[in-house]
């Protein structure tokens, strides 16, 4: 059951266009340009049967944000996860990746990040949509946009004491970000997102700092899955991420897999690693469950 264009009070949103560029995911397609072509043999694909699936409007500074929401159909007190989308935005997988969790009991909410910066469909090129939309997105806009995502799952059915936040790529960057900025949540996952400066990702006066710098300070457990074959994530930069969380004690730990690139886990993508995706997920809901984020 698909419930669109909704908001905390279940009226159509008032929005400012001057604040947001992008008001519906929807409107967006299924996929950006900049992952065509889509490796369809490879597409897993989850229903919405026994489902409350759509997209929802969440209320944040200067208007209303889209956000793509799933869960089930029965139950209050959901655990909650949040599903932080890569640079190509909320499209079809990043929905089903939310309907995955759902199906396992969980409100998966994936908020678009960009709203603000504008639309991502019709960049064909990854280092472009990067350049005019992700750099340009300041990190404290981000931690606010998921504090309001957290609250307004609250509101609407889901557990304000049993939360979550996975990412992927840009959004795996994210995840550790937002795991030092709240840390009253209970555990993060991160998919090869970025952890240090890089030649082609380095600080800005938006996003000043990188996960590696909150590493030994964390309180919230974090599990990271990185790609040995990734050129834009090198290994030794995650080396010295698992270093400096080892000199903490947030029990955080990085699993790399030596065979596996950059968006292993992204099934409609070349770069997809069957088996190194399977083994992250399970280890992934493995990780919820252990430190009280699942249901």
């Known amino acids: 059951m698909r419930e669109d264009i909704i908001n905390t009070y279940g009226e159509a949103p008032v929005l400012d266009r001057r604040e947001f560029l992008v008001t519906s995911i929807f409107a967006a397609g299924a996929y950006a340009s900049a992952v065509m072509p889509i490796a369809a043999q490879t597409r ?20 209303m944000m889209p956000a793509y929401r799933a869960m089930p159909e029965k139950g209050k007190d959901l655990p ?26 969980y409100m998966a909410v994936a908020p678009a ?17 990067n350049r005019q939309i992700f750099s340009k997105i300041p990190d404290s806009q981000s931690m606010a946009d998921l504090d309001a995502t957290l609250a307004w799952a609250a509101k609407n059915r889901g557990s304000s004491k049993r939360t979550s936040i996975t990412g992927f790529c840009w959004g795996g960057r994210i995840v550790w970000l937002y795991a030092a900025h709240n840390p009253k949540i209970k555990a993060g996952a991160a998919w090869y997102g970025r952890v240090v400066p890089t030649p082609n ?23 990271g899955f990185y790609g040995g074959q990734d050129r834009g994530i090198p290994v030794d930069g995650v ?4 270093d400096e969380l080892k000199k903490g004690r947030s029990g955080s730990e990085i699993v790399i897999y030596p065979n596996a690139d950059h968006g292993f886990h ?13 083994d992250a997920w399970a280890k992934l809901l493995a990780w919820f ?4 984020a699942a249901k």
């Open 289 to 292: 469950k252990k430190h009280g």
């Open 80 to 105: 909650v996860v949040i599903v932080v989308h890569e640079i190509f935005g909320v499209h079809e997988w990043i929905q089903d990746v939310c309907r995955r969790f759902a199906k396992l009991g």
């Open 201 to 223: 990702s380095p600080v800005n006066e938006a996003q000043p700092t990188t996960p590696i710098d909150y590493a030994a300070k964390l309180s919230v457990p974090v599990i």
């Open 239 to 242: 080396q010295r991420m698992q």
């Open 44 to 63: 897993v694909v989850t229903d919405d049967k026994g489902l409350v699936t759509g997209e929802v409007q969440i209320p944040v500074a200067g208007g």
């Open 266 to 278: 992204a099934d409609y993508r070349p770069s997809y690693n069957k088996e190194a995706s399977d």
């Open 113 to 129: 990040l960009y709203a603000r910066e504008g639309d991502v469909k019709d960049l064909k090129d990854a280092r472009e949509l």
